[in-house]
């Protein structure tokens, strides 16, 4: 957990986060909608989460404030992937993995 352990400055503050490898992270991916007032990427957003959670996968998702907070949120707690479920998901299936 100590080796995990980092800090960055952003903007002049310092912000600490985790950096777990995938293989032990205790949270696999975010999910997220780029914004929960468009009801299509919430539900895909909600759909995906369920599904990867049936495959047993260990996935969080979160709707709450803006995009770069939930971000920063898992940063954290170190989630190694977080995935955006945006317009062009609703267009064609893809997602913004990060």
């Known amino acids: 957990l100590c080796s995990a352990y980092a800090e960055d400055v952003v903007n002049g503050e310092r912000r600490s986060l985790l950096r777990f490898p995938p293989c032990v992270a205790p949270i696999a991916l975010g999910i997220f909608p780029l914004m929960k007032s468009q009801p299509e990427q919430l539900e895909r957003a909600q759909s995906l989460a369920a599904l990867l959670r049936r495959r047993g996968h260990n996935v969080f998702f ?13 940063d954290e707690v170190g989630t190694p992937f977080c995935c955006c479920v945006d317009f062009q998901t609703v267009e064609d299936g893809t997602v913004t993995l990060r």
Not at 62 to 74: E, L
């Open 62 to 74: 979160d709707a709450a404030g803006s995009i770069g907070r939930r971000y920063r949120r898992m």
